[in-house]
């Protein structure tokens, strides 16, 4: 599987806010865009007004870069966006919040979704008591996320649970009992309910060019 390699505290400083791709490390001091709020690189402090072609391109590689999709795959996305029904940068969102790895985040079994990824990928999750290892798996209503018996032991996963309150907390649209490691996705997120800044109607305008 294809992975970015790129500094993750890079990505985020030089979007200009938190993507919470570090975990917990973003809610400490440590933060990278705390400490360096400009971009990386020898003339960060000195950049320039963007582009109307750049301010759509960063809003697209931002997106991009908090789902953890790559380009091909991105493209896949918005082209199916566009074939459903209602609004398409709606539609994109909601494609990219049902991915199993976001799921499993959301549901606070992972501090990021960097490890909810690596948790499907290593066949840790199960969807309606089978396992799926494909991260990009798209989830539906009504559908119960678990994680497997031997899984649920882990101290890591126990503490990213204790200490989902502190990331922002469970989203109304999933429900989850901790006590048993499982989680049920009870309807699908609201507009209004995705906080992170996304402007998708640049994206949508991006590719429309």
Same mark, same amino acid.
């Given at each position: 599987m294809?992975?970015?390699?790129?500094?993750?505290?890079?990505?985020c400083?030089r979007?200009g806010?938190k993507?919470?791709?570090?975990?917990e490390?973003?809610? &400490?001091?440590?933060?990278a865009?705390?400490?360096?709020?400009?971009p990386?690189?020898?003339?960060?402090?000195?950049r320039g007004?963007l582009?109307d072609?750049?301010?759509?391109l960063r #809003?697209k590689q931002?997106?991009?870069d908090i789902?953890?999709?790559?380009? =091909?795959q991105f493209?896949?996305y918005? =082209?199916? *966006?566009?074939?459903?029904?209602?609004?398409?940068?709606?539609?994109?969102?909601?494609?990219?919040?049902?991915?199993?790895?976001?799921?499993?985040?959301?549901?606070?079994f992972? &501090?990021?979704?960097?490890?909810?990824?690596?948790?499907v990928?290593h066949?840790?999750?199960?969807?309606n008591?089978?396992?799926?290892n494909?991260?990009?798996? !798209?989830?539906k209503?009504?559908?119960v996320?678990?994680?497997? #018996?031997?899984?649920?032991?882990?101290?890591r996963?126990?503490? *990213?649970?204790?200490?989902v309150? *502190?990331?922002?907390?469970?989203?109304?649209?999933l429900?989850?009992?901790k006590?048993?490691?499982?989680?049920?996705?009870a309807?699908?997120?609201k507009?209004? #309910?995705? &906080?992170?800044?996304?402007?998708? !109607?640049?994206i949508? #305008?991006?590719?429309s060019?």
């Open positions: 294809a992975r970015n390699l790129n500094p993750q505290c890079k990505i400083r979007e806010l993507l919470y791709l570090k975990g490390r973003c809610f &400490t001091d440590k933060c865009v705390d400490r360096r709020n400009y990386p690189g020898q003339h960060g402090h000195f007004k582009s072609y750049a301010l759509r #809003e931002k997106v991009k789902y953890g999709a790559f380009e =091909r493209e896949i918005i =082209r199916n *966006a566009e074939r459903m029904k209602g609004v398409t940068g709606y539609n994109l969102l909601m494609l990219l919040e049902r991915r199993l790895d976001n799921i499993v985040y959301r549901m606070g992972a &501090t990021s979704r960097n490890q909810a990824r690596q948790l990928r066949r840790h999750i199960l969807v008591g089978k396992i799926v494909i991260p990009s798996f !798209q989830v209503l009504g559908d996320i678990e994680l497997k #018996e031997k899984t649920r032991k882990n101290e996963i126990k503490q *990213a649970l204790n200490s309150e *502190a990331r922002g907390g469970i989203p109304r649209w429900e989850v009992n006590e048993l490691f499982r989680g049920v996705v309807d699908m997120p507009r209004e #309910e995705m &906080t992170l800044p996304i402007q998708e !109607q640049l949508v #305008e991006f590719y060019r």
